[in-house]
């Protein structure tokens, strides 16, 4: 029955066993073939562009959205090199993730029943399952929680084949029940219900255009636009009393990312999800601003 995502997982885990430098090269040729042959949705990245950055030059923009191909690529490798990453080691010794202040997460966890974790696609969101085996930078980055403690929510796939298999890749690292490692976004809310009394860590993609019934709210001003965005993590977290914390992912030159979090609240029952959401889409653009390439801008995010 699921013959064809096990040949995929077969292949991925042999390109895998290749360094993750190896991969690097590889992910430049796929960049710029994607970039330059292909043009993939060179149009939507430079309007996107174009629109978030109204004060650049042209010139500015296309080294931006040749920076951001580059990214991508960078992206499509490290996902691949992530299916072999079985052992921890693995993650540890290439350095593709550091933590700069794991210490505010773990203070999040102690003192909240649960933590909201509020991620996007700036860095690479595809290789969060990896997060219990990264390097710290901090003196003190221990984790006060555990892997079996840690659901990451996704959106399912249309193709029933590649959605296996990237649910798979996603959880390599993970030595639990990987069934809790990745929750589809449709089940969050029975999941979070349903696991009300536990102390868990939800890592939710936050940046996403509405889906056609979710909730959603209008941020006025997120990289001079205004943007429609999903409140479901948000108000998840008002309702149950969580707190709520922003991850942010630094690309770094020679690869990988740096890794911080920044406590949006301790209990998120006592502001709106309104207010989450906008102190949210506020540390997202600072850290736009600062890396422009390092977000997915193929996506249409201002068409509603």
């Known amino acids: 029955m699921h013959l064809g995502a096990d040949i995929i997982k077969g292949i991925l885990r042999l390109l895998a066993l290749q360094p993750l430098k190896w991969h690097y090269f590889w992910g430049k040729c796929i960049a710029w073939i994607v970039r330059v042959p292909l043009g993939y949705r060179k149009d939507v990245v430079m309007i996107n562009l174009a629109r978030s950055f109204p004060d650049k030059k042209y010139s500015e923009l296309r080294d931006i959205a040749r920076k951001f191909y580059g990214h991508l690529g960078r992206i499509i490798a490290e996902t691949v090199w992530f299916a072999g990453s079985y052992m921890k080691n693995r993650l540890e010794d ?37 997060c219990m085996h990264y390097r710290s930078l901090t003196k003190s980055g221990t984790f006060s929680f555990t892997e079996e403690e840690i659901s990451i929510v996704y959106k399912k796939l249309s193709n029933k084949t590649m959605d296996r298999v990237m649910r798979h890749n996603r959880c390599t690292p993970v030595k639990a029940d990987w069934s809790n490692c990745c929750v589809e976004s449709k089940d969050i809310m029975r999941f979070v219900v349903a696991h009300r009394n536990q102390k868990r860590i939800y890592c939710f993609p936050t940046d ?27 108000a998840l977290a008002c309702k149950l009393k969580l707190a709520v914390c922003y991850m942010g992912m630094e690309e770094e030159p020679e690869g990988g990312y740096t890794i911080r979090f920044e406590p949006i609240c301790e209990d998120a029952s006592q502001s709106t999800p309104e207010e989450i959401m906008n102190r949210f889409y506020a540390l997202l653009a600072k850290d736009v601003e600062a890396q422009p390439w390092n977000y997915l801008w193929t996506h249409k995010r201002w068409k509603k």
């Open 94 to 130: 290439s350095g593709i993730c550091h933590y700069s202040n794991l210490e505010a997460l773990s203070e999040l966890f102690d003192k909240a029943p649960s933590v909201m974790l509020m991620t996007s696609h700036a860095g690479n969101w595809e290789i969060l399952g990896g």
């Open 208 to 234: 996403q255009c509405p889906y056609k019934y979710a909730s959603a709210h209008t941020v006025d001003d997120f990289l001079h636009q205004p943007t429609r965005t999903m409140t479901g993590g948000a």
